[in-house]
């Protein structure tokens, strides 16, 4: 069975930081693309961050831009975000996505079942 695994979320202050954590199992983890994405109330899911198969290339999200970070350990099956700078806006439930392919292109595979980030001012 696929399952993805998100842990690390919490209640923060603004300007403080988080550590998401994804642990995968039922995926070709080290042969394809992971991302993640957040949904705050009343707003569309949204895309934040994408690494490829071989965690080489990334892609981030204009909003997150230069804040947060992606890292694929293909030897732990696991993806991570690191979340700096967080602000009030960052506010969302992150969910954790694989790609079946190697690149973060097309519909995602498999989704987490999230993890809530507060940040308050």
């Known amino acids: 069975q696929v399952q993805l695994v998100e842990s690390g979320g919490g209640l923060v202050q603004a300007g403080e930081f988080l550590r998401l954590s994804c642990a995968a199992s039922?995926?070709?983890?080290?042969?394809?693309?992971m991302a993640w994405f957040r949904q705050a109330p009343g707003k569309e899911r949204e895309r934040v961050a994408a690494?490829?198969?071989?965690?080489?290339?990334?892609h981030y999200a204009a909003s997150v831009k230069d804040r947060f970070s992606i890292f694929k350990d293909n030897t732990e099956n696991t993806v991570y975000l690191q979340l700096n700078s967080l602000q009030p806006d960052d506010t969302a439930v992150y969910y954790c996505a694989a790609y079946p392919g190697p690149f973060y292109e097309g519909a995602v595979q498999a989704w987490g079942q999230g993890t809530q980030v507060t940040v308050s001012s």
């Open positions: 690494i490829n198969w071989a965690g080489t290339v990334t």
């Open positions: 039922g995926i070709i983890f080290s042969s394809q693309a």
